[in-house]
């Protein structure tokens, strides 16, 4: 069986278009840097946090700021936290730059905001306890 020469030309320039597409998404311009994605939100999330008010539903909250970053729940209540300020170490989220980097917002088990910001966040944590579920 003999194959058409033109086919074969247009076969193989399908398959270096459909290789340099998906290779494409490998290169986006970031790097190596896993938070680049994250940082580029942190002014975006500075700006809308400034109109965050106790009493707000996480509807509200959802609405003004989008998805938390981190998501932590306790039997009195819940925390998310979105990124303020931007690197950050590579690692664990329990490292500290988790605590510099991130903003976080106290909700209680209602779902309504009481608190934000770390020393509201610590402070809640010391006066009715870390207990997670």
Do not use: H
């Amino acid at each position: 069986m003999k194959i058409n020469p033109l086919f074969s030309i247009v076969l193989f320039k399908i398959l270096i278009a459909l290789t340099a597409v998906s290779l494409s998404g490998c290169f986006g311009g970031r790097g190596s840097n896993p938070y680049s994605e994250v940082d580029a939100k942190v002014e975006d999330n500075t700006k809308n946090l400034m109109s965050l008010a106790v009493g707000m539903t996480k509807g509200q909250v959802y609405e003004l700021v989008g998805i938390a970053n981190i998501v932590e729940g306790y039997d009195w209540g819940s925390v998310w936290k979105y990124k303020t300020r931007k690197g950050g170490g590579q690692g664990t989220l329990a490292d500290k730059s988790v605590d510099q980097t991130y903003t976080p917002v106290v909700f209680d088990n209602t779902d309504r905001v009481i608190g934000y910001g770390d020393k509201f966040y610590v402070q809640t944590l010391s006066d009715l306890g870390a207990g997670q579920f």
